[in-house]
């Protein structure tokens, strides 16, 4: 599949139709058959209008020995009709949901590979609207719509074929307004697909703000904002129905005016069928069957035109969820793997912003991690220390300069190579609503119950596991809900112990803790870090005064470098965190 920018130009309709189409094609066994059922139903019920014929000629002719024919061949006849739908249906519906099954997991997967920098642009509740709301509609497009196509456009298809036979000249009115229904239909679908746009986009709306706030009720409650959400989501949602209701609006002009067309096109049949050169020609029969067949197509006509909605909101629904199908994923160019690394992370001249109308985030960082060095970060909010780290795992990839890992570019090892050495815990602790031991043994397949046992003691965890009724097997609720924030930070130190990665990145991992379990854990990550590389972003100097370096960052740039030590002693940036950071610890022993 190419990938194209999401800027581009979105796929056309029948781009996106043919494109639906390749997800169809592993089960073309399925569409023929759902196809030869409708046309089993097409064919039979256009044949009711030739038994007509056959029984009007037959009084006509006073041939009553037919009587247990015909009668018969109704039955017969709609019973082919029952096993034509039950095929076309249940085949077509089998193809229908495959291709949403497939769709929605293609869409899915793209999301899990997509760079840092798209979740930057793009809120979770939009994303999540593409791959449920979006999806399905054109789970409707393809089921609903697509058996109404085919089942009423063969109907459509056998009808004008026998009335071309049995009448050419009066057929050629039906003809002569088929132009003017498919202007109506055009201008109908370009409003349907434009309005069902706005539909999709306005639900990623509704799902982005009601996220948010189900997510941050504590924050919404504690600072008096229900009524100010209440009054944002009421506007995400009266767009919604506004758009809704233009899109009823179209649908609901839209059928009955075709609906019209193809009755005053029946009255001028009508009125010319009556004329006696014409009636010359047919038998009563011929004439009934006539009537019959072009009255049954008013019916298919008006479904088809019914469901051009349905189609539309499918075919918008699709563009966009090509157009993210089509969002380049992280960049991953490199072919060099490590079984384990040795842990020397060097940055050469590494400058990094993350929009080219952003200011430098890095600028012209410079040093090396010796394997097993503790690497502390440390300076003020917004200077870099998280970006710093971020490019290691390449979340991001430096604008500018070069990462080495054991010498080696990291843009040369895969992202899968690349991050198997690394351990990451940050501020922001994600857990899965899963058991403790399973958010532990995260990512890791098959793992043994004693080394994530081994693990929780390391990080504290199985002082407050052995409280819980089901230890270690306790579901932990939505992201955590259910523990502390000290204890969601000890479960995120065990996973990266468990890892057993040779480079460990800690974010602010020990900031939710309080200072006994801080205690704790400085413990745990002290035995931990032996002989790994680790690089710590810490707020609270107290707690990387042992590392064997020190970068104070401000504003992309290492301004200082050393130990806890040295950078006392310059009487510099560090000096001055440390000293500010000691008056504010000893300042409420004074009062």
């Keep these: 599949m190419n990938q194209t920018q999401t800027s581009k130009q979105a796929p056309t309709g029948l781009n996106a139709y043919l494109r639906l189409l390749s997800y169809v094609r592993p089960y073309w066994p399925a569409f023929i058959l759902s196809v030869l059922g409708y046309a089993l139903y097409a064919a039979s019920s256009t044949a009711f209008a030739q038994v007509m014929k056959l029984l009007v000629d037959s009084i006509q002719d006073g041939m009553t020995e037919k009587r247990l024919f015909f009668p018969l061949l109704v039955v017969g006849i709609f019973a082919l009709r029952g096993v034509g739908t039950?095929?076309?249906?249940?085949?077509?519906?089998?193809?229908?949901?495959?291709?949403?099954?497939?769709?929605?997991?293609?869409?899915?997967?793209?999301?899990?590979?997509?760079?840092a920098g798209f979740y930057d642009k793009h809120s979770s509740g939009h994303l999540v609207s593409r791959l449920t709301f979006n999806v399905e509609q054109v789970t409707g497009a393809a089921t609903n719509a697509i058996t109404v196509l085919v089942r009423e456009g063969l109907f459509v298809v056998g009808l004008m074929g026998y009335l071309l036979w049995v009448n050419w000249k009066l057929a050629l009115v039906f003809v002569a307004v088929s132009p003017v229904i498919g202007l109506v239909v055009s201008y109908a679908s370009k409003r349907f697909r434009r309005l069902s746009h706005r539909i999709q986009n306005s639900m990623g709306d509704v799902?982005?703000?009601?996220?948010?706030?189900?997510?941050?009720?504590?924050?919404?409650?504690?600072?008096?904002?229900?009524?100010?959400?209440?009054?944002?989501?009421?506007?995400?949602?009266?767009?919604?129905?506004?758009?809704?209701?233009?899109?009823?609006?179209t649908k609901a002009i839209n059928t009955p005016v075709v609906q019209t067309i193809v009755a005053i096109a029946l009255g001028i049949l009508v009125w010319?069928?009556?004329?006696?050169?014409?009636?010359?020609?047919?038998?009563?029969?011929?004439?009934?069957?006539?009537?019959?067949?072009?009255?049954?197509?008013?019916k298919p006509l008006r479904q088809l035109t019914e469901i051009n909605n349905t189609i539309q909101q499918g075919l918008a629904a699709a563009m966009d969820v090509f157009t993210y199908l089509d969002a380049p994923e992280e960049e991953d160019k490199g072919t060099k793997t490590l079984e384990r690394a040795q842990g020397e992370v060097s940055f050469k001249k590494v400058s990094f912003q993350y929009a080219q109308d952003k200011p430098l985030a890095l600028n012209q960082v410079n040093f090396t991690a010796k394997p097993g060095e503790m690497i502390a970060l440390v300076?003020?909010?917004?200077?870099?220390?998280?970006?710093?780290a971020n490019l290691i795992p390449r979340f991001y990839n430096a604008t500018q300069g070069e990462i080495q890992l054991d010498g080696l570019p990291i843009?040369?090892?895969?992202?899968?190579?690349?991050?198997?050495?690394?351990?990451?815990?940050?501020?922001?602790?994600?857990?899965?609503?899963?058991?403790?031991?399973?958010?532990?043994?995260?990512?890791?397949?098959?793992p043994d119950p004693k080394a994530i046992e081994a693990a929780a003691k390391a990080a504290f965890v199985m002082d407050f596991a052995e409280k819980l009724p089901e230890g270690l097997n306790t579901l932990v609720?939505?992201?955590?809900?259910?523990?502390?924030?000290?204890?969601?930070?000890?479960?995120?130190?065990?996973?990266?112990?468990?890892?057993?990665a040779p480079i460990l990145i800690l974010d602010e991992a020990t900031s939710a803790l309080d200072t006994e379990s801080e205690r704790f854990i400085q413990q745990a990550l002290e035995e931990v870090m032996q002989g790994r590389t680790s690089f710590v972003i810490a707020h609270r100097l107290s707690?990387?005064?042992?590392?064997?370096?020190?970068l104070v960052i401000d504003q992309g740039q290492i301004v200082e470098e050393g130990n806890h030590q040295e950078l006392l002693?310059?009487?510099?940036?560090?000096?001055?965190?440390?000293?500010?950071q000691f008056h504010e610890q000893i300042q409420p022993e004074h009062e």
């Design 411 to 446: 843009t040369e090892l895969t992202l899968a190579s690349l991050r198997e050495q690394i351990a990451l815990v940050t501020q922001q602790v994600t857990l899965f609503n899963d058991t403790l031991a399973a958010n532990i043994a995260y990512g890791i397949k098959d």
């Design 477 to 500: 609720g939505d992201n955590g809900v259910l523990l502390s924030g000290g204890q969601r930070q000890r479960i995120a130190i065990a996973r990266a112990i468990m890892k057993d």
């Design 207 to 249: 799902t982005h703000v009601a996220s948010e706030t189900l997510q941050g009720y504590r924050v919404v409650r504690s600072f008096g904002g229900t009524e100010f959400e209440y009054q944002r989501f009421l506007k995400a949602s009266e767009y919604n129905r506004a758009q809704a209701m233009k899109m009823a609006l």
């Design 272 to 298: 010319l069928a009556l004329s006696p050169d014409l009636m010359g020609e047919m038998t009563p029969g011929e004439f009934i069957a006539f009537l019959t067949a072009a009255s049954l197509m008013a």
């Design 86 to 115: 039950f095929f076309g249906t249940y085949f077509m519906t089998y193809v229908a949901r495959q291709l949403i099954h497939y769709l929605r997991l293609d869409l899915f997967k793209r999301f899990l590979v997509l760079p």
């Design 569 to 580: 002693a310059l009487n510099g940036a560090y000096a001055q965190l440390h000293q500010l």
């Design 379 to 388: 300076g003020r909010s917004g200077g870099g220390k998280s970006t710093l």
């Design 543 to 550: 707690t990387i005064e042992q590392a064997d370096r020190i």
